[in-house]
């Protein structure tokens, strides 16, 4: 991605240079893409570490559940005694 971007001021630095305004747009145009598929790559690789947050404490959870029902029941046998 990084890479399109390069390639893409290339051409816009190019297109500069030669007043080529089709070649300096095009510049433009590639590099924007490759923003746009940073930003979505970006997007993707948070959802995909929310998704995992989200899942850990659901396990956290559940594991607290699971602890505080095995404690419950002794500490309600105790209190009939």
């Known amino acids: ?9 290339m051409k816009e630095a190019a297109g500069t240079i030669t007043d080529d305004e089709s070649k300096k747009a095009e510049g433009q ?6 923003g746009a598929a940073e930003e979505a790559a970006q997007k993707e690789r948070t959802r995909q570490e929310q998704a995992k947050a989200k899942e850990a ?10 602890d505080k029902g095995l ?5 309600d046998t105790l209190k009939g005694r």
Do not use: F, P, T
């Open 29 to 34: 145009a590639q590099q924007s893409k490759a």
């Open 71 to 75: 404690l419950g029941d002794v500490g």
């Open 1 to 9: 991605m990084a890479e399109e971007k390069a390639k893409g001021k």
């Open 57 to 66: 404490e659901k396990e956290r959870d559940s594991k607290e559940r699971k």
